[in-house]
């Protein structure tokens, strides 16, 4: 009887220790396997930008707050934005960035505006709905960026690329309140001119990527909460 009573804890400690031993070992393997998957796709993509980067940070499991439902996810919204811009042939004018406050997408002015023009050209429009298209179920609000590269203008309407750059952000914001009926609380315009470039304005191939518009799809966070009918 004695032996029986005795023999129920040493059970019971021994299989406490398999226990952990098989939970340290599973973490284990899942952390190996997660490494081995992280150096495939780092391998798979020869650039290793800082863009590529902030994109795999998000896939990975980037936290999402619960009150971005409206964003459905930063991975859905990023892939239907690349979806459109492949279908469309817009490579070589138009990409998305993510980073810990917003999914970005950045538009060559090339393909919204004639050269040192803030009306949005017949392509143009045409670029904006089908964007509008993607964005009309988000409900998070939108900045949008105008800039330029650093060949100064002066003209009696635009006596500086601040102030170009600031009139076509706000020819897109125009765009999507009297076309497309979105809420003005959601719209942003801001122009910076020449002032934040995304490469140096060396060669007239960078100075075209300079030329933009960016649309920004604002993440929601407890701090700044979004709410259509009182923000």
Known sequence: MLRKKLSKPNQSIEDDGNSEVQTVYADLVTFVMMLFILLFVLSYNNEKTHDFMTELQVKFGDKVEDKQQTITTDVLLVS???????KEDLSEYAHVVVD???VKMILSSPVIFKSGKVDISSSGIEVLADVGAIFDDVMNPLEIEGHTDNIPIKTDDYPSNWELSFFR??????YYIFQRGYNPTRLTAKGFGEHRPLVDNNSSINRAKNRRIEINVIRITEVDEFNEGTY
């Not at 952000?169 to 125009?174: D, G, L, M, Y």
């Open 100 to 102: 810990e406050y917003r």
């Open 169 to 174: 952000a706000f020819s897109v914001v125009k």
């Open 80 to 86: 239907k934005i690349n979806h459109y811009i492949k």
